[in-house]
């Protein structure tokens, strides 16, 4: 989880360092608001074209090669704009888009892994740990890009990004692993206590078998010459793991999810069936609504600083990082909500809604909220409250993509991904066509809001927890 969580931070954190450094970079290439629409949405752009085929990917390959592409791409990238940026806006927009090309896998690429590496009553905490790494990656490149800019000059700090991106590749490459098989076992009596043991992984992993019906399939993959004594070992097994169930006290709720999925290898066709489901797209709905949020302030903030409060992103620095990081500590807090939540009686249902209806709300009351500021201190509380909201989403619909299917998680991510992308591709444009024409800040604040308030009625309306099946069609 871990890993995942500084994979997103890096992916994060190169993607928006570009906003406050575009200040710098406008300065010298003399871009308009309609130029700078068009570099910020140039990432986007790329984004939408990889992110299904990336899933597909990580569905059949596993989640970390698809990492690595994100990973090594966004280190040349960075790397390289020092050197093209002058031959032009083009080839800034190039580089930009090319990033975006090699990000787009990242977001199916690390749900595949999470659905595979952890139980169903674990997804709350692991998609509230890796979506922390946005928070924080969003934080430190506001933070530490414009200082480095100031300093040492825009050029340096793309650089140093770059470096710092290309030693976690080297991290990742070594240290991650697609699926729990694929890790190293310390010795052979370890292997042999994964395989079937008597500590409590191993009593979740042959419950898993259990329930599937696979028990004799898996009797024999761990003995296949032990014969009758080993049919005893088996049946020894099976009651203890009934009775540690009953002594855990499983919520019935979790009972048939609570184990780590044994994910059939995917198929390589597209799952159509599996996307006539509501709440298929109750879930990519959500994600459009928070993707047009989080993606508008993250790009737009520093340049709303320096135009409606004349702070440049250097002294409106603190500014600019204090809601991230209100948001990067609540998104902390948040991961352990839900487990104490189902030990209390709620269901996960109860989590999804509570905790997705919650955030839309309180976004859509802070955007409300911002029409009505007249300093850069007022509109950074309501902007602070907005990012912690946002957080309550990992357990709304960030894990309820993970509650639909395992089988198809990476195209179902990717899917949703590219969808909820063109908001952050089309959004920039919009933005900045609005700003050319009218000159006002308020109306898009008013707009969001309204979207937040749709997102309330699909989060409470169509979100369900059960696993969906194609064969329900």
């Known amino acids: ?24 970079i406008s300065k010298e290439l003399n871009l308009n608001h309609a130029r700078q629409g068009q570099v910020l949405s140039s990432f986007s752009f790329g984004y939408l074209f990889t992110q299904v085929v990336g899933g597909i990917a990580a569905d059949k390959y596993g989640g970390k090669p698809v990492q690595t592409v994100a990973l090594v791409g966004s280190s040349l990238g960075m790397l390289l704009i020092p050197v093209v940026v002058d031959y032009g806006f083009w080839a800034l927009c190039s580089i930009y888009f090319l990033m975006g090309l090699c990000q787009g896998p990242s977001h199916p ?15 709350g905490w692991v998609s509230s740990v890796c979506e922390a790494g946005p928070v924080t990656g969003t934080l430190l490149s506001l933070l530490i890009a414009p200082r480095l800019a100031a300093t040492y000059g825009w050029r340096t700090s793309f650089t140093v990004f770059g470096l710092i991106t290309t030693v976690w590749s080297i ?19 370890q292997s042999d206590e994964e395989a079937g043991g008597s500590d409590n992984q191993s009593i979740m992993n042959l419950t898993k078998k259990l329930s599937s019906g696979n028990l004799v ?91 409606r409060f004349k702070r440049n ?12 990081a209100a948001g990067a500590v609540v998104q902390m807090l948040i991961s352990g909500v839900e487990g104490p939540m189902i030990k209390r009686g709620w269901t996960p249902l109860d989590v999804r809604k509570i905790m997705g ?10 955007l409300m909220m911002m029409t009505t500021t007249l300093s850069e201190y007022t509109f950074c509380f309501w902007l602070s409250l907005l990012e912690a909201s946002l957080a309550c989403h990992a357990c709304g619909y960030k894990a309820n993509y993970m509650d639909l299917t395992t089988r ?66």
């Open 217 to 307: 399939k898996h009797s024999k993959m761990i003995n296949p010459v032990a014969g009758h004594d080993h049919n005893k070992t088996t049946t020894h097994k099976k009651r203890k793991i009934e009775a540690t169930l009953a002594q855990n006290q499983v919520h019935p709720s979790l009972q048939q999810h609570d184990t780590v999925k044994t994910v059939a290898r995917a198929s390589s066709k597209f799952p159509f069936a599996f996307f006539t489901f509501l709440p298929v797209w109750g879930v990519i709905g959500q994600h459009m609504i928070f993707n047009t949020s989080r993606y508008f302030f993250a790009d737009w903030t520093a340049i709303y600083y320096d135009e």
């Open 1 to 24: 989880a871990y890993l995942l969580f500084g994979t997103r931070v890096i992916c994060q954190a190169t993607r928006l360092a570009w906003a406050p450094l575009l200040i710098y």
């Open 408 to 473: 198809h998680q990476g195209i179902f991510m990717g899917t949703g991904n590219t969808i909820a992308s063109i908001c952050t591709f089309g959004m920039p444009l919009a933005v900045a066509a609005y700003l050319d024409m009218f000159h006002d800040w308020n109306g898009i604040f008013l707009a969001l809001s309204a979207l937040n308030f749709i997102g309330i009625f699909i989060n409470q309306r169509i979100t369900v927890v059960k696993e969906l099946h194609v064969a329900e069609v």
């Open 109 to 123: 690429g690390y749900n595949a892994m999470a659905a595979i590496w952890f139980r169903a009553s674990e997804r």
């Open 171 to 189: 991290i990742w490459q070594h240290f991650a692993y697609s699926n729990p098989s694929e890790a190293p076992r310390e010795d052979d009596e």
């Open 313 to 324: 992103p250097e002294t409106s620095g603190i500014l600019l990082s204090m809601p991230f």
């Open 357 to 366: 209806g919650s955030g839309f709300l309180i976004t859509a009351v802070c």
